[in-house]
């Protein structure tokens, strides 16, 4: 499975971004697709997760602000991301798990105060 992060860039705080992960396979049958964050000498951390029978999973700082998405139809899951504040400055990767782990290549979110 190959995936490929869009949708970051440059917002200010309070602002919104929907980052995009395209899968080059069906995500019908994955098992879990979600975001991690990483910023510079931390390790990546999750931030919000989707499992293929719709549960959801946020990480606490991001819960009520952030929104996982998934588009079956275009092989694309999203991150909604609202109300953005500096502390969400990382780069973003996309995950699934399948048969085993997959990620993206990462996206650099930046919100400027």
């Known amino acids: 499975v190959q995936l490929q992060a869009s949708g970051g860039g440059v917002v200010q705080v309070g602002g919104s971004l929907r980052l995009s992960c395209a899968v080059t396979?069906?995500?019908?049958?994955?098992?879990?697709m979600g975001w991690y964050r990483q910023t510079p000498g931390k390790q990546r951390e999750p931030v919000a997760m989707l499992s293929n029978l719709g549960s959801t999973n946020y990480a606490e700082s991001v819960e009520g602000r952030f929104t996982i998405s998934r588009d079956d139809a275009q092989n694309t899951f999203h991150l909604q991301m609202n109300n953005l504040k500096p502390e969400d400055t990382a780069v973003y990767y996309c995950?699934?798990?399948?048969?085993?782990?997959?990620w993206g290549q990462g996206t650099l979110v930046t919100v400027s105060s």
């Open positions: 995950y699934t798990f399948k048969r085993g782990p997959s």
């Open positions: 396979e069906s995500i019908f049958s994955i098992n879990i």
